[in-house]
């Protein structure tokens, strides 16, 4: 489902991912673990496209996408990739329905069946009571079940998750990492996932550590 070959990132007096590569089988969970500074977030985001790598290739289910342009890569996110970030980044002004019908809208799907299908994803995650509050209104854990079901209204065949539960008490960090758990058994999707908890990584398929710009 996700292969990532020979991937290196290079900035200005440092080399961030040194030859990485990494396979991610569908339906698998994997856990990316490191210290802080590791390149962590750098990988995430060259995985899911939101990023280059300096050389290297990202194939994402059958697609080779180093030769790709910004419209192609565009068009392969938005077909197979949800991405939470550990800041949920939800749209303030709009409330919880409508920052997961976002995503729907933009690929072009009517209003009517965005709100359908949002409203259906927002019970999914225990939020069906909430759908009309504003980001402001919701709890940590809640505006991070908002971006969980945002990232899946699109029906990705891969969630890419960065540090999603790192501003999140222990019990609600839990529970929102059981909703990973459940998309990858009933819908199965495949995760990838940064996370410092140790305890949920071991949770998933498989642990790969970054350090020093190599996995292992």
């Known amino acids: 489902m ?40 750098t990988l995430l985001h060259i995985a899911s496209l939101l990023e280059s790598p300096t050389s290297g290739d990202v194939i994402i289910d059958g697609h080779s996408t180093s030769r790709m342009n910004d419209k192609e890569k565009t068009k392969i996110r938005r077909e197979n990739i949800g991405f939470v970030y550990q800041f949920h980044n939800l749209l303030p002004e709009f409330n919880s329905l409508e920052n997961v019908m976002m995503p729907l809208l933009i690929n072009g799907v009517s209003k009517e069946e965005a709100s359908e299908k949002s409203n259906i994803l927002l019970k999914s995650v225990g939020l069906g009571h909430r759908i009309k509050q504003f980001p402001k209104k919701l709890s940590g854990g809640e505006q991070q079940r908002v971006a969980i079901a945002r990232a899946l209204a699109a029906s990705p065949k891969i969630i890419m998750a960065d540090e999603p539960t790192g501003n999140l008490d222990g019990k609600t960090s839990y529970e929102v990492f059981d909703l990973f758990l459940d998309m990858i058994h009933t819908k199965n999707v495949t995760l990838f996932m940064a996370t410092h908890n140790l305890d949920i990584a071991k949770k998933l398929h498989r642990q790969v550590l970054l350090q020093n710009g190599s996995c292992s």
Do not use: C, R
Request: aromatic residues 8%; glycine residues 12%.
């Open 2 to 41: 996700l292969t990532i070959s020979h991937i290196y990132k290079k900035f200005p007096y440092v080399d961030v991912l040194n030859d990485i590569n990494l396979h991610i089988k569908k339906g698998e969970g994997v856990a990316l673990i490191g210290e802080s500074g590791s390149g962590k977030s």
